[in-house]
């Protein structure tokens, strides 16, 4: 090649205007601006959401915990003595105020006869002596007889399989038993 043709890479940079390789610099623009890091600072703010949400559902949970804790039935021993008594009080200030007249004895007696099922002919109604008195006008469906063992306002129907017997003596008694049956076994 000939002198004139000769181009040297220095006279070809020099010659252009605009990239030049020793002007090169690594522009590397600023992604973020110098201050707080702001994934450091929206990580943080999350945490203490959750943290405050967490909080907040612990303590309805504790809450509900609680309302669960108050309608639990609770055992306890002193109650059921004074249930005890409180229920024998009142049955037997109920029973005991039941004046025992005709009235009372005629409703006993079709008590203990509608429990009464079977058909059998001997069948004897059994009462007090002074409760006898009480219905001697009445039309009573069985024979009847005084007994001096039976308690005011209690009556026995005896018939050829066994016996019915009905009144507050017996009530009280039943009562009794299924206490004592309860708080022994409770």
């Excluded at 002193?78 to 005991?96: E, Q, S, T, Y």
């Excluded at 203990?112 to 006008?137: F, K, M, S």
Aim: with cysteine.
């Amino acid at each position: 090649m000939s002198e004139a043709n000769k181009l040297s890479l220095a006279q070809y940079f020099d010659s252009r205007q605009g990239f030049r390789p020793r002007d090169v610099s690594p522009a590397v623009p600023e992604i973020c601006p110098q201050g707080p890091d702001l994934y450091a600072t929206g990580l943080s703010d999350g945490q203490q959401m959750a943290e405050v949400t967490f909080s907040v559902e612990r303590k309805q949970l504790q809450d509900l915990i609680s309302s669960a804790d108050a309608i639990r039935p609770e055992d306890n021993a002193d109650l059921a003595p004074m249930l005890d008594i409180l229920v024998r009080k009142i049955v037997a200030n109920v029973i005991g105020n039941i004046a025992i007249d005709a009235d009372f004895l005629r409703r006993q007696i079709d008590a203990a006869i509608v429990v009464l099922t079977e058909a059998d002919q001997n069948r004897i109604l059994r009462l007090h002596p002074d409760d006898l008195a009480l219905l001697a006008d009445a039309d009573l469906p069985f024979k009847c007889s005084a007994d001096t063992n039976m308690a005011r306002g209690t009556l026995r129907i005896e018939c050829s399989d066994g016996w019915i017997e009905h009144g507050p003596a017996l009530i009280l008694d039943r009562l009794e038993r299924a206490l004592n049956h309860n708080g022994n076994g409770a």
